[in-house]
């Protein structure tokens, strides 16, 4: 009945939040249509016609896609109430951004900047308070006795009596602990040992089965607090004896364990259940990358053409051989694509390299020097200005590299990575990176690689927005350019 309960207000949470968005743009549309135009009283809503039955169809799909994508519908007790509101605010944004993106596309015209801006301020305190609503009443609930799930915690140990704070300090998460189930007689022995009684023993594994069927013990939920690798075994056995009796069961990993298991995600193959780990699941903030990647490679060769027809003609006319530069360059997942820049360099500059090996600035496979003789005049120039990175433009146009992301490596420098270091070849690269707008050639190789997995790690459109941003000045500055 709990669980029906939980379904029923998140049905009616995620339709309530659809409703406030509609009740907000019929606001903004009906209500107040002349803001920003002067001397125009309220209009009288014109006939409906096809264009505008397909801006609301689009409008309504893009606002469940946003909603779904950003909103976690779940009747998760853990879930706390600032990660709901950020995760709100981030719907509403996005939300209100595609209604400004409908708004222009089909000419609507009594929506403006300042009606955008009302109605996000509108739906996000709607959903604010909504959410406040709904979370005061639930801990109201349970702090009075109500809706309480009786928990089992299974392990003693050090993970396991952290997790019985939180839920003590927390009596709105609406759990009582039942007692625990000891790894072992002797992990056993030494909590009884502590003599307190919140911290009641009920057995150990070998006869978890026993507990589970006590009528004195009444267990709705089993929280796992067992190292993964250790116990593998024991866990196994745990999730079946929860099957077979209907209880729900969770797992409190240890923390080198969590981050292996955060991102798994279940599929099915011809009827066969499939457990997919790391996929990717930032779908939509992938497609707007990508879509801003075009939109500013586009904007940024027509607004630069004729500087980069200037550099052209600058290094065909002060150094003989080809304009551009290409080479053989490692992209996402190990895939080979030709990198693209304004030659500045000797023709024969990769054949002299192996001469200028000993005179490497920075440790690591990568190959640096201050002073490199194969550089030329015009080449020296558009090195420190980044002019020479350019071309790779095109390469973000075809889709082999993006704004920004880790730089592309060679295959000699990949061939030497560690380990670890074959992290920053799951992503797409980038033209501009961390290490680009942080000082580059100041910077160890191995600092390097940690701030490119530090990007994979928390990336967001938002933390690629900053580095887009900071690369002005690092470029303007010449920061750690050489």
Known sequence: MIRLRHKLLIRSLRLLDQAMLAGGAAAIIYLRPSIGLKGEGVHTPPAYMAGDIIAMLLLALGWVAIFDGCVR??????????????DLVKATTLASFWLLIISAVFSVKSINNVNIFLFWGGVTVAGVLTRLLVRMFLMGARKSGYNYRFLLVIGAN????????????????????????????????????LDD????????????????????????????????????????????????????????????????????????????????????????QLLLKRMADIAISVIALTVLSPLMFLVAVIIKITSPGPVFFSQKRVGMNKRAFKLFKFRSMVVDAEAKKAELAHLNEIDGPAFKMAHDPRITRIGAFIRKTSIDELPQL????????????PRPPLPEEVDEYEWLFRRRL?????????WQVSGRNNISFERWMEMDHEYIENWSLLLDFKILLQTIPAVLLRRGAS
């Open 73 to 86: 519908y779940r009747a998760d007790r853990f879930t706390t109430i600032h990660a709901q509101l950020r």
């Open 158 to 193: 050090e993970r396991s009596r952290e997790l019985a704070e939180r839920i003590e300090r927390s009596p709105e998460l609406g759990y009582k602990l039942v007692g625990f189930v000891a790894e072992t007689d002797e992990a056993a022995g030494e909590w009884r040992e």
């Open 197 to 284: 009684p919140r911290r009641r023993v009920l057995g150990t594994l070998d006869n978890l089965k026993d507990v589970l069927t006590s009528q004195e013990i009444r267990v709705d939920e089993m929280m796992v607090c067992l190292p993964v690798e250790a116990r593998f075994t024991d866990i196994a056995r745990i999730v079946k004896h929860a099957r077979d009796l209907g209880v729900v069961l969770r797992l409190l990993p240890d923390l080198d364990d969590s981050s292996l298991l955060r991102k798994m995600h279940v599929e099915e193959l011809d009827g066969e259940c499939v457990i997919t780990m790391f996929r990717e699941r930032l779908l939509f």
């Open 394 to 405: 095109l390469n973000v146009l075809r889709g082999e590299m993006s704004l920004v992301g």
């Open 426 to 434: 799951s992503v797409k690269p980038g033209i501009t990176c961390v």
